[in-house]
Structures are given as structure tokens and as C-alpha cells.
């Protein structure tokens, strides 16, 4: 094991990721985010290591912060121009109720404990505000392989299919929705008013 979170894997990895993963499906994400019931002027992307999503989804009126626990990835984040703050996805260093949207894109199946991680996300939404995870499906040809090829490499990885993923946002408050199925997978979450 490499770490909390697969942690020190990355941090040795950093300069080479962006090179052997593709960019983010910013229109899948999007997609997730207009399911907010508010304006998404500032999104946490939780576990964004380099900014593959935060690049994504960044525009002028829109504010991304990337969290990471590794300090190679954030390191890479960094340096394209990206606010970034080093934490715990388990205890995010935000006000609660302060964000309008948490992406977690690639990355909650390397996150122990990941009900807690729920739940911290849920407790920093603003009422309205949208949770939107793209993850791969490891009951998938490909999502088997992935999830072997990260257990040769000696992570921790905990894979979930979309429906139990689903259930796991409604267990921390959220209304949720698959919004589509495949090797990748996207779930979304919108916070309540009364949550």
C-alpha cells in the first residue's frame, strides 16, 4: 500500500501523469454541474491531483479549487495556474455550506473511508449545490483491468458500480441520479434545502 489514499504514489508519479491520462470529460461534467439548483461560481475539485478537471471546468466566472492530499500533484495543479489547497478529502479545510459544487473526477476510489469523504462533501455543499463523481465502473471489462493493473501497483483502490455509489450519496443527504454507464461513470448528488 502506498499510503493514505495511495498518497505517495502519486507524489512519485506527478510529472508523468498528465502524459498517460486522458483529459477530463469536461461535457460529462458539466453536464453534472447544470444539475445544481444554484449558480456554480466556486466548485471544490476534491482528490484533482494535477487540475485535469479544474482545467476543464475554470472559466472567468467560475472559481475551481483543486484539493489534494499530494504535494507532486498539487504541485503540477500549481503550475498551471490553479488554486490549490493540500488536505484530507476526509476533512476538507472549508466552511460548511460554502461551495456551490464538489467534482470528484477519477479519484474517490482511492480515498479511504469513503463514506466519510460523503459526508464531508455534503457538509460543505450550499443548499443547491451539486456533488458530481465520474468514476470507472469495475463490473466492466475495463473496469476489471483497471482494478487489477492498481492492485499490481500495490493501491489501496475501492472500486463501486453506479447504483451503490448512488446509494452512498443518498445515505450522506443528496438527491442522486446516474447520469450515465459505462467504463466511466458519472453520479451526481444536489444537496437540499433542508440538509
Known amino acids: ?92 479545510p472549508v466552511a460548511s455550506e460554502s461551495v456551490d459544487a464538489v467534482t470528484i473526477v477519477d479519484a474517490l476510489h482511492h480515498m479511504p473511508t469513503q463514506r466519510t469523504v460523503l459526508g464531508d462533501v455534503a457538509r460543505v455543499l450550499a443548499p443547491g449545490g451539486v456533488l458530481v463523481v465520474r468514476e470507472f465502473d469495475p463490473e466492466t471489462l475495463l473496469g476489471r483491468a483497471t482494478e487489477f493493473a492498481e492492485k499490481q501497483f500495490g493501491m489501496g483502490s475501492l472500486f463501486t458500480g453506479p447504483d451503490d455509489l448512488a446509494r452512498a450519496l443518498e445515505r450522506a443527504g443528496l438527491d442522486t441520479q446516474v447520469l450515465d454507464r459505462g467504463f466511466g461513470y458519472t453520479v451526481v448528488g444536489v444537496k437540499q434545502e433542508n440538509n
Do not use: K, N, W
Request: charged residues 30%; glycine residues 12%.
Open 1 to 92: 500500500m502506498h499510503g493514505v489514499g495511495d498518497v505517495r504514489f502519486f507524489d512519485r508519479i506527478a510529472r508523468l501523469y498528465d502524459f498517460v491520462m486522458p483529459p477530463a470529460e469536461r461535457e460529462r461534467l458539466l453536464d453534472g454541474l447544470a444539475r445544481a439548483d444554484r449558480p456554480v461560481d466556486h466548485v471544490l475539485d476534491v482528490g484533482g491531483g494535477s487540475g485535469r478537471a479544474a482545467v476543464a471546468l475554470e472559466t472567468g466566472d467560475r472559481q475551481v479549487t483543486v484539493v489534494d492530499i499530494s504535494r507532486g500533484m498539487l504541485s503540477r495543479a500549481r503550475g498551471r495556474g490553479l488554486s490549490c489547497v493540500q488536505a484530507d478529502a476526509r476533512r476538507l
